[in-house]
Antibody, heavy 121, light 111 residues
Framework: QVQLVQSGAEVKKPGASVKVSCKAS????????INWVRQATGQGLEWMGW????????GYAQKFQGRVTMTRNTSISTAYMELSSLRSEDTAVYYC??????????????WGQGTLVTVSS | QSVLTQPPSASGTPGQRVTISCSGS????????VNWYQQLPGTAPKLLIY???QRPSGVPDRFSGSKSGTSASLAISGLQSEDEADYYC????????????FGGGTKLTVL
């Protein structure tokens, strides 16, 4: 079945970087964009950006421009999201999600299980 | 502050019908389709409704979506206790370079 499996929880100090992985299975990895969404505790969903696994092209939300980098390794069907210059406000669960596209319709399905990133001194 | 506006909470008793609204603008809901996601406590979001009113396989027909102009709504009929969850609307936004925008989420309580 189609699924995305993310790496485990991370604890980082302010100013450090974190790299979260998202391994895809059950479909052709290079055929669908991977998006990243985060959720602070008790808060809503916040879109961070997208990556095309075939071309490596990316697009980031303005809020994260300059701090986020999305990459991939097609040989192991894995996408990565690296966030730098971490601050306490970056403490959140980070999700990857496949963007499914049909004609001009798009949606996210499935989602990874989430990776908790805690930023604390 | 979310680009799409949802009520923070909704409630109903088992068997009732509840609706959750999602308000946007011409650049997002007015120009693109709306998707809805269900997030059960402690789990990742799951696709509930796509392209305004389409249900993925496995989603009960108790769930339905609609869109009109710059607003959308999610209806749940025959409310069940397992429907207690957070619900999020989402759409692409043409004014934000193709960014995805979410509603702030609605916590549904089954009384």
């Amino acid at each position: 079945q189609v699924q995305l499996v993310q790496s485990g929880a991370e604890v980082k100090k302010p100013g450090a970087s974190v790299k979260v992985s998202c391994k895809a299975s059950g479909y052709t990895f290079t055929s669908y964009d991977i998006n990243w969404v985060r959720q602070a505790t008790g808060q809503g969903l916040e879109w961070m950006g997208w990556m095309n696994p075939n071309s490596g092209n990316t697009g980031y939300a303005q809020k994260f421009q300059g701090r986020v980098t999305m990459t991939r390794n097609t040989s192991i069907s894995t996408a990565y999201m690296e966030l730098s210059s971490l601050r306490s406000e970056d403490t959140a669960v980070y999700y990857c999600a496949r963007k499914y596209q049909l004609l001009w319709y798009n949606w996210f399905d499935p989602w990874g299980q989430g990776t908790l990133v805690t930023v604390s001194s | 502050q979310s680009v799409l506006t949802q009520p923070p909470s909704a409630s109903g008793t088992p068997g009732q019908r509840v609706t959750i609204s999602c308000s946007g603008s011409s650049s997002n809901i007015g120009s693109n389709t709306v998707n809805w996601y269900q997030q059960l406590p402690g789990t990742a979001p799951k696709l509930l409704i796509y392209s305004n009113n389409q249900r993925p396989s496995g989603v009960p027909d108790r769930f339905s979506g609609s869109k009109s102009g710059t607003s959308a709504s999610l209806a749940i009929s025959g409310l069940q206790s397992e429907d207690e969850a957070d619900y999020y609307c989402a759409a692409w936004d043409d004014s934000l370079n193709g960014d995805v925008v979410f509603g702030g989420g609605t916590k549904l309580t089954v009384l």
